[in-house]
C-alpha cells in the first residue's frame, strides 16, 4: 500500500459526509444554533471545506478555489481568502449563512477533487517534505494531510452531533 492510499481514502470520506450532512436541510437548520454562539452546521461545514482549500492551495502555490473559482459569491460571502473561520466571533460565524446547501456540497465537491488528484500525483517520498519549518519538529507534508484530515472529521462530528439535536 502507498502512503497516500489512506489519505484518499478519508478525503473521499469526508466529501461523501459534507454530502450527508447537508442533504435535505434548509437554511435555517444549517443556521441553527444549539445555543447563541455556537457553530452551526452550515459554518462547520464551510469552515472545515476552507481549511482544506487553504492548505491544498498552498501545496499548489495556486489561488484557493474559494476565490478564483467564485465560490464566495456563490455562497453569498466576502472573497476573503484568508477568512477560513478560524477565530471567528460569534458574529462572525453566524454572518456565515448558507442559503444553498447544494452550492456548499458543490464547493466542497471541487476541493475535494483538487486534494485527491494533487494525492494521485504524490510518492511516499513527496509526504516526507518539510512544509513548515516554524513547528519544533517542522512539519512534513504527511503529517499536514493529517492535521486538514484531522480538523474535517473533528468539525464533521459536531456538525453530526448538532444535526441530532435539531429540532
Request: with cysteine.
Amino acid at each position: 500500500m502507498h502512503a497516500t492510499e489512506p489519505l484518499t481514502d478519508a478525503i473521499e470520506r469526508i466529501r461523501d459526509q459534507v454530502r450527508d450532512g447537508a442533504a435535505a436541510l434548509d437554511p435555517d437548520q444549517l443556521a441553527w444554533q444549539v445555543q447563541p454562539g455556537a457553530n452551526p452546521i452550515g459554518w462547520l461545514l464551510w469552515h472545515l471545506t476552507r481549511v482544506q482549500d487553504a492548505h491544498v492551495a498552498e501545496f499548489l502555490d495556486q489561488d484557493q478555489l474559494y476565490v478564483s473559482d467564485g465560490w464566495a459569491e456563490a455562497l453569498g460571502l466576502a472573497p476573503d481568502d484568508r477568512d477560513s473561520g478560524y477565530g471567528h466571533t460569534p458574529e462572525q460565524v453566524a454572518a456565515v449563512r448558507i442559503e444553498d446547501p447544494d452550492r456548499l456540497v458543490a464547493y466542497h465537491d471541487a476541493v475535494a477533487a483538487r486534494s485527491l488528484a494533487l494525492l494521485g500525483g504524490l510518492s511516499d517520498a513527496d509526504l516526507d517534505v518539510v512544509v513548515d519549518e516554524s513547528w519544533d519538529p517542522p512539519v512534513t507534508a504527511g503529517v499536514r494531510w493529517m492535521s486538514i484530515i484531522e480538523d474535517c472529521f473533528e468539525h464533521l462530528g459536531q456538525a453530526g452531533y448538532v444535526r441530532g439535536l435539531l429540532p
